[in-house]
């Protein structure tokens, strides 16, 4: 018997599920503005150079004519943003001035932003252009780099010390950093609290999906994975609304992270997993928790029947299994595991790569960067539903090649649009991040199904199968704001990054095996022949394999679609 069988005893997807799922995925929701926060917080008005102080008039005085006189066109017709004139050149107001080139200088006395649609952010608070422009994507892999070792220092803690606890924790830490960062008043100071942010990022994912998978009875968990995917495109949507009503940079900032003090309050309620505390023998605390979902779900009497001896009956074999513990070398040992590894790894750190280049930089198809947040977030929601659908019928690995390839191509042909055909390029680009964020959601899949967690106990599986392949994804994300940057030097570069990493990692899929309908596998040998195609779906050992999963319950992780 399987601890999911117990669950289905005691109501299945009952009024429990519900409450803990929605629970749960109300801040994950809310990860996704800080995820993008930066798109509003670090957008980059339109700026040029203050006049020198030593001319009163000219440093105070912004009109048309005076600008003109101490601040060079650039090839548009439009005021340099970086360079002014050494001395103010009054004779340029005249119509009938001959041309001639003034010396230039950069803009030593600050510069002048236009306020009209962002009355404050970091850019013109730090004076974050010209030179110091590429400060700006540093800060955001400065949050990847937070995200990266969240997903190490979380992950550990989950295994080691339960669920719930670090995600308290991480509520708490988003919470106080979040407000921190709109406190402090200086960039390095901004910099170290959106780090510890990013940590919290991968506490509050990677222990939210375990929660609500271990919960969560066979039948529901491919919805709840469903809703998670969706409840991040849903925050992308929050986002563009509340950055569109609260304007200046530090309110904004308040806004997003408050919530999450109240996510902190309310979190003091939820059950630890059942599941986990019956692996580590704290099984007296795990019957109480089950009667308490009994009862919510209208089971008490199955509820009151529950003992130690009768649940622990439920994960016996998965207990067992907690005893022989791999090491994460394993996924390098063997030729055919090596192979799937390597490709994962690939996949992984391109698709978020490709993902978050896209998605950081919104100001650069040059509309409303409201208008782009909102088309960025809705072309997600009939993405997603075709990769679902696709994954169902078609097959996992077909699926996430033809959406990376699909992704890498948009970006890439994006760069032949004149720039003057906004609307086409936006919508362009619009639509190869829906085929990212299609592909992420398969991908989280496709690794579960792929033999890398079947290698590990079910205690040790978040951190060491699919949190080792999520770890290259963190990489990704941190790389993505410095390829943003090549573009200072050519604007050709990032696009062909993004747009080449993506169609590499659809054609590193292309060496995995498919995994629709196929058994999952407990032991190197069997991964081994799998993955080398030394045993068909029918042949009887595999069967055997297949028939020992379902009787020992499979992973929560492997339960997926």
Known sequence: MAFTDLLDSLGGVGRFQLIYTALLLLPCSLLACHNFLQNFTAAVPHHHCRGPTNHT???????????????????????????????????????????????????????????????STIVMEWDLVCEARPLRDLAQSIYMAGVLVGAAVFGSLADRLGRKGPLVWSYLQLAVSGVATAYFGSFSAYCISRFLMGMTFSGIILNSLSLVVEWMPTQ???????????????????????????????????????????????????????????????????????????????????????????????????????????SILDLFRTPAIRKVTFCLMVVWFSNSMAYYGLAMDLQKFGLSVYLVQVLFGVIDIPAMLVATTTMIYVGRRATVASFLILAGLMVIVNMFVPEDMQTLRTAQAALGKGCLASSFICVYLFTGECPLLSLYPPDTQGLMGMGFASVNARFGGLVAPLVTTLGEFSTILPPIGFGATSILAGLAVCFLAETRNAPLVETIEAMERRVKGGLSRKDPEEKREEISLQQLGASPLKETI
């Open 220 to 326: 529901g968990r491919t919805v709840a994975g469903v809703l998670l995917g969706y409840s991040f495109t849903l925050g992308q949507l929050i986002l563009a609304g509340v950055a569109y009503l609260i304007r200046p940079w530090r309110w904004l900032q308040l806004a997003v992270s408050i919530p999450f003090l109240i996510f902190f309050l309310y979190s003091w309620w939820l059950p630890e997993s059942s599941r986990w505390l019956l692996l580590h023998g704290k099984s007296q605390l795990a019957v109480e928790n089950l009667r308490k979902v009994a009862v919510m779900n209208g089971r008490a009497e199955e509820g009151e029947r529950l003992t130690k001896e009768v649940v622990s009956s439920y994960i016996q074999s998965e207990i067992a299994s907690v005893r022989t513990s791999n």
């Open 57 to 119: 008039a000219a440093a105070t005085n912004t009109s048309g004519a005076w600008l003109r006189a101490i601040v060079p066109l650039d090839q548009l017709g439009a005021p340099e943003p970086c360079r002014r004139f050494t001395e103010p050149q009054w004779a340029l107001l005249s119509p009938n001035t001959s041309a001639h080139e003034p010396a230039t200088e950069g803009c030593k006395d600050g510069w002048v932003y236009d306020r009209s649609v962002f009355p």
